[in-house]
């Protein structure tokens, strides 16, 4: 079954700690984004991807990076996390359609970070 | 002015009423309308799709498109408690997806 997946789904780190947030789809789709939610607040687009080496930073400024080198690989990184780094994370991925219809995004089931 | 407006709400409507979301957006070259439905605590599932003007109906959904006056909206039949949650309108322009903050739907039983 298509799908999109996110690890670990809870995790609890130390300051200064660097960490990786993993996430995968096996839809196939081009285009994968990555996005912060606070409790009860608005979607921040942090990073997003056209596809295999492409990355770029989105409308939030954000100390994590990516990488994409695999179509259904983009994991995000925090090479030292701090306590404004607690959110949840969010993956998403959409195909890249030019005629602009489509595009919904899927999302997958986040990752609530805590940095003590 | 941001490029996607909802009322944040909260919006509350007696369970069996009719609820109904609104979003207007800025872009008037915008093309795919979409409605997302996200529980406390979890993601944003999609429900509804929209691209031409008119209405689109899907069980207890229907999502309603205005390009001249640059809005859409969401009418939830019959309500139910289960359908409490936050209601993000998403607007995609050339690939660009936009989401509202969202508005905050609570069905009382």
């Known amino acids: 079954e298509a799908d999109i997946y996110q690890t670990p789904r809870y995790l609890v780190i130390g300051t200064g700690k660097k960490i990786t947030l993993e996430c995968s789809q096996t839809?196939?789709?081009?285009?994968m984004y990555w996005y912060q939610q606070d409790p009860g607040m608005e979607l921040h687009l942090i990073h997003y991807?056209?596809?295999?080496?492409?990355?770029e930073k989105g409308d939030l400024s954000s100390e994590s990076t990516v990488s994409r080198i695999r179509t259904e690989h983009f994991p995000l990184t925090l090479e030292s996390a701090r306590p404004s780094h607690t959110s949840q994370y969010l993956c998403?991925?959409?195909?890249?359609?030019?005629?602009?219809?489509?595009?919904?995004?899927?999302f997958g089931p986040g990752t609530r970070l805590t940095v003590l | 002015q941001k490029e996607v407006e909802q009322n944040s709400g909260p919006l509350s409507v007696p369970e069996g009423a009719i609820a109904s979301l609104n979003c207007t957006y800025s872009?008037?070259?915008?093309?795919?309308f979409f409605w997302y439905r996200q529980y406390s605590g979890k993601s944003p599932e999609l429900i509804m799709s929209?691209?031409?003007?008119g209405d689109k109906e899907d069980g207890r959904f229907t999502a309603q498109l205005n390009k001249a006056s640059q809005y859409v909206s969401l009418l939830i039949r019959d309500s139910q408690p289960s359908d409490s949650a936050t209601y993000l309108c998403?607007?995609?322009?050339?690939?660009?997806?936009?989401f509202g903050a969202g508005t905050r739907l609570t069905v009382k039983p």
């Open positions: 998403a991925s959409s195909e890249y359609s030019g005629r602009g219809r489509g595009n919904e995004q899927f």
């Open positions: 839809m196939g789709h081009d285009k």
């Open positions: 991807s056209y596809g295999v080496n492409s990355t």
């Open positions: 872009d008037r070259v915008s093309q795919s």
């Open positions: 929209i691209y031409s003007n």
């Open positions: 998403a607007v995609n322009t050339f690939n660009d997806m936009r």
